[in-house]
């Protein structure tokens, strides 16, 4: 399915079996929920810099690439990669998300707030003021570039690689797996622990560690 204009003052429902949905031209304006499944094997290309999603932003498909000009609510999406650009404010969820590989989320200047209990993520990367995550497996932070604070509740292990800069970070649960992180000079200080980690990236910020374990 291509899109050109498309105009919903409701709800806007698009569905193919065995194919995928992308937009041709135009701009998607929607002022209530989007729900969009390609069959769960295509692709969903929905990244027109026009695009304007009000409301809940549901999908499932293989790969999803979602730009919104508006702030973005995610409800319940089942992908193998997630892409969202919000360029007009902040990522919420209404829902889980489930993607098994990299997941993108881009809301500079703005807050990312993933927190939905059920969620499970492959990799993370992710641009914005601030990031708030839960998870419900193993997670892996791949180049994150937070503002202000990082707030991770994991349910096992939390791994930080590639780039990393936040002000804080806070990790609930979960272990702690630096050993792919390049960097020099990290603090972990936590539960009256501090420790300088050696390992070999880039990372900036005041680590804090709470109950959990560090391996480097």
Do not use: H, K
């Amino acid at each position: 399915i291509m899109l050109g204009d498309v105009r919903a003052t409701g709800s806007l429902e698009i569905y193919t079996p065995n194919g995928t949905i992308s937009q041709a031209s135009g701009s998607v304006i929607v002022s209530g929920p989007g729900n969009f499944s390609a069959g769960g094997s295509g692709n969903i290309t929905m990244n027109l810099s026009g695009n304007d999603f009000a409301g809940v932003i549901t999908a499932f498909g293989t790969n999803l690439n979602i730009t919104n000009s508006n702030a973005t609510t995610l409800g319940t999406i089942s992908a193998t990669s997630l892409n969202v650009n919000s360029t007009g404010g902040q990522i919420t969820q209404a829902g889980a998300a489930t993607v098994s590989g990299n997941t993108m989320l881009t809301a500079s200047g703005n807050s990312i707030t993933v927190n939905q209990t059920t969620n499970d993520f492959g990799t993370l990367q992710v641009t914005g003021s601030n990031l708030t995550l839960a998870e419900s497996n193993n997670i892996t932070l791949n180049n994150t570039s937070i503002t202000n604070t990082v707030n991770i509740t994991a349910a096992n292990q939390i791994t930080i690689s590639g780039s990393y800069s936040a002000a804080n970070t806070l990790l609930n649960n979960g272990s702690l797996d630096l050993a792919s992180l390049m960097t020099t000079n990290l603090t972990i200080d936590g539960s009256g622990t501090s420790a300088n980690i050696q390992t070999s990236g880039n990372v900036s910020g005041a680590t804090i560690l709470n109950s959990g374990s560090l391996t480097s």
